[in-house]
Nanobody, 123 residues
Framework: VQLQASGGGSVQAGGSLRLSCAAS????????VGWFRQAPGNEREFVALISWNGRNTYYADSVKGRFTISRDSAANTVYLQMNSLKPEDTAVYYC?????????????????WGQGTQVTVSS
């Protein structure tokens, strides 16, 4: 599985962005997909996860109610809609694929990673 993240950019606080994670590989539909982010000087942290069948989603407390993860299986793409962005959301965002069936929130639970996409939120 190969993952390609895109959609990052610079916005003002309160704005929105939609990140995309496009995947290649016939088995992608059997993987859950998560988003992580890493700000300068910080560890990479979990943001959101959608299960392989799209029925279950999980979010970090810091983004609940503002971010929405979804997947289009026909397009082999997972999206992260980010609304009401805050300066503290500024980070490089990564998508990753996991075979874990539960709420995988740890880096080691993921098998494949895409390159990051920069999100910058100004106040």
């Amino acid at each position: 599985v190969q993952l390609q993240a895109s959609g990052g950019g610079s916005v003002q606080a309160g704005g929105s962005l939609r990140l995309s994670c496009a995947a290649s590989g016939r088995t992608f539909s059997s993987y859950g997909v998560g988003w992580f982010r890493q700000a300068p000087g910080n560890e990479r942290e979990f943001v959101a996860l959608i299960s392989w069948n799209g029925r279950n989603t999980y979010y970090a407390d810091s983004v609940k109610g503002r971010f929405t993860i979804s997947r289009d299986s026909a397009a082999n793409t997972v999206y992260l809609q980010m609304n009401s962005l805050k300066p503290e959301d500024t980070a490089v965002y990564y998508c990753a694929a996991t075979r874990f069936t539960g709420p995988a929130t740890r880096i080691y639970e993921y098998d494949y990673w895409g390159q990051g996409t920069q999100v910058t939120v100004s106040s």
